[in-house]
């Protein structure tokens, strides 16, 4: 069994290179639900339905999220209800685009918990559904909930205030300077997949952002201690390359919160449950740095531009944890 610690747009299309070196059913990813949010009373799970969209090549391509071919009439609808509901009133957001297709998800998902489903059933309901044979893993079957401060001068907000993931990543793209983050929940949630991060051959932790794809995995109990027991036989793809992030607010963040937005600041945050970093060319002349955080480095691709690319950063990352 091989476990992937994942969140997101760069685990996934790990995962997928992952499928083409393992047999699918192999495979456990324990996804991030930091992120969930419930809009139009619907329960929204982003980042397993990124993974299970793009396993089942339905992702849209350019946006990195959502379906292909998807229409959009039911949030074009909605604008005529934005536009007149009272002031004070929450109901009709229309900053969360949700499309008509992938509108049916949700609807499954909401009717499924409603009926006293977990959502661990839920995830692999669906996965099957698309055709998947992997097991897909919400992080808990408890809510945990991403939660952004806001820095001093923002204008989303009063300094100190807080906001949830999906505001700042969406609504605000993202674009707004934070203090802090927390995993509100976190603390009584129940971690789902202990024995299998116990059990499996290997652990590998995906290309997503350290601080708020896998920081909320990390925080739940005693998932860091289970990590750090077997140390030797985990490794993890740093999601920043040359300085940068690939995708998402990943290397703003970690200058935000007091990180070094490098594969050295990833390293730093990886080395207590993590004994190889796998980095990019691009930042060789990093990896004695890396080590010097007592963990080991290895070069190679690791931006997955191709499928061949991808199970090639799979198999190296299979590798260092054999």
């Known amino acids: 069994m091989i476990a992937v610690l994942a969140g997101g747009v760069g685990a996934a299309r790990f995962l997928r ?19 969930d949010t419930v809009l139009h009373g619907l329960h929204i799970s982003p980042d397993l339905d990124t993974v299970t969209y793009t396993l089942a090549d339905a992702i849209d391509p350019e946006r990195g999220w959502g379906l292909s071919d998807e ?72 809510r945990v909930r991403t939660m952004i401060t806001l820095q001093e001068n923002c204008e989303a907000g009063k300094a100190g205030s807080e906001i949830s993931f999906q505001e700042y990543f969406v609504k605000h793209r993202h674009g707004v300077a934070t203090s802090s983050v927390r995993f509100d929940g976190a603390d009584v949630a129940r971690p789902e997949g202990l024995d299998v991060l116990n059990d499996a051959q290997s652990v590998i932790i995906a290309p997503s952002n350290p601080l708020v794809s896998i920081a909320p995995i990390r925080a739940l109990h005693h998932v860091d201690a289970v990590l750090s027991a077997r140390r030797n036989s985990v490794s993890a793809i740093s999601p920043i390359v040359n300085g940068a992030a690939l995708k998402g607010p990943a290397d703003r963040l970690m200058i935000e919160l007091g990180h070094e937005p490098s594969v050295v600041g990833v390293a730093r945050l990886y080395s207590p449950i993590c004994g190889t970093l796998i980095i990019d060319h691009a930042d060789a002349h990093l990896a004695t740095a890396v080590e010097d955080t007592g963990m080991r480095c290895i070069v190679t691709d690791t931006i997955m531009k191709t499928a061949q690319i991808s199970a090639a950063l799979a198999h190296t990352a299979l590798g260092a944890t054999l």
Do not use: C
Not at 80 to 85: L, S, V
Not at 103 to 119: D, I, K, N, P
């Open 17 to 35: 290179g992952l499928m083409q070196v393992v047999p699918t059913n192999e495979i456990t990813a324990i996804v991030n639900t930091g992120d």
């Open 71 to 142: 229409s959009w009439n039911a949030m074009s609808a909605l604008n005529r209800y934005a536009t007149n509901r009272p002031t004070n009133s929450q109901a009709a957001p229309t900053w969360f685009n949700l499309g008509d297709k992938d509108l049916a998800t949700h609807f499954y998902r909401t009717a499924r918990l409603a009926e006293g489903a977990s959502l661990s059933e839920i995830s692999q309901e669906i996965a099957h559904a698309w055709g998947l044979d992997l097991r897909l893993m919400p992080m808990s079957n408890d």
